[in-house]
C-alpha cells in the first residue's frame, strides 16, 4: 500500500518568511510520481509540479522550489520570501506507474499555510 | 470557460434523498475520477474510470455509484444520502499517456446532507 504523510497540519510565517512544507512518502513500486497542488481559499485545486522517481534534480519555479530526496523518501516544498497570496492548503500526492495503484492519485491530509502580512 | 465543469456548486439537501453530482470535461482526456475532501484526511478516491467502458472502485466507494455516460461526462451518485458524506467533492481528469500526467480538477461541489 502506499501512503503519504504530511506532518505539519498548520504553519503560520509573517510574510517575507521562507518556509518548508513536509512531505514523506511510502511505496514498493520502483517507479512512481509526485505531485504539490495548491489549493486556495477559493477551493479549487492548482497543480503545481509533477517529478517522476527516476529524476531526483531540485527543481525551482520563481520563489517556489522541489527537493526530492529517493534516500528519504521526502519531496520538500520550500516558498522563499512568502507572500500573503501563498496562504492555502498544500497537498503532496503520489501515483505509482504500475500495480494495483497505477493511475491513482494517494494525497497526503494536507499542510494549511497562512501567510500574515 | 473552465476545462473541468462541476454541477451543482453547491447542494442541501436531506438523508434519504438520491442525489447527482455531474462532471464533463473539455480536455479529451480518458480518464475521469472522483474523490471527496474533508478536513485533516485530504483527498480520497471514489471512483475512476479509464474509458467508456471502464468503471472501479475506489478507497471510499460504499454508498456511492458512478455512471460513465460518454468521455467527456462521469457523474457520481449518492442514492440514499446520509449526514457523513457532507463533503467537498472533486472531479478530476488526467490524459494517462506517457505515463501519470497531472490531474486536472474541477472546481468542486459542496454537498451538505442534513
Known amino acids: 500500500a502506499q501512503k503519504v504523510t504530511q506532518a505539519q497540519t498548520e504553519i503560520s510565517v509573517v510574510e517575507k518568511e521562507d518556509v518548508t512544507l513536509d512531505c514523506v512518502y511510502e511505496t514498493r513500486d520502483t517507479t512512481y510520481y509526485l505531485f504539490w497542488y495548491k489549493q486556495p481559499p477559493s477551493g479549487e485545486l492548482v497543480f503545481l509540479i509533477r517529478?517522476?522517481?527516476?529524476?531526483?534534480q531540485n527543481e525551482i519555479s520563481g520563489r517556489y522550489s522541489w527537493n526530492f530526496q529517493k534516500s528519504t523518501s521526502s519531496f520538500n516544498f520550500t516558498i522563499t520570501a512568502s507572500q500573503v497570496v501563498d496562504s492555502a492548503v498544500y497537498f503532496c500526492?503520489?501515483?505509482?506507474?504500475?500495480?494495483?495503484?497505477?493511475?491513482?492519485?494517494?494525497f497526503g491530509q494536507g499542510t494549511i499555510l497562512t501567510v500574515h502580512p | 470557460d473552465a476545462d473541468v465543469t462541476q454541477t451543482p456548486r453547491n447542494r442541501i439537501t436531506k438523508t434519504g434523498k438520491r442525489i447527482m453530482l455531474e462532471c464533463s470535461q473539455t480536455k479529451g482526456h480518458d480518464r475521469m475520477y472522483w474523490y471527496r475532501q474533508d478536513p485533516g484526511l485530504g483527498l480520497r478516491l471514489i471512483y475512476y474510470s479509464f474509458d467508456v467502458k471502464d468503471i472501479n472502485k475506489g478507497e471510499i466507494s460504499d454508498g456511492y455509484s458512478v455512471s460513465r455516460q460518454a468521455q467527456a461526462k462521469f457523474s457520481l451518485s449518492l442514492e440514499s444520502a446520509i449526514p457523513n458524506q457532507t463533503a467537498l467533492y472533486f472531479c478530476?481528469?488526467?490524459?494517462?499517456?506517457?505515463?501519470?500526467?497531472?490531474?486536472?480538477f474541477g472546481d468542486g461541489t459542496r454537498l451538505s446532507i442534513l
Open positions: 478530476a481528469t488526467s490524459a494517462g499517456i506517457l505515463g501519470n500526467q497531472p490531474q486536472h
Open positions: 517529478r517522476n522517481s527516476f529524476d531526483e
Open positions: 500526492a503520489l501515483e505509482n506507474a504500475g500495480g494495483t495503484s497505477y493511475g491513482k492519485l494517494t
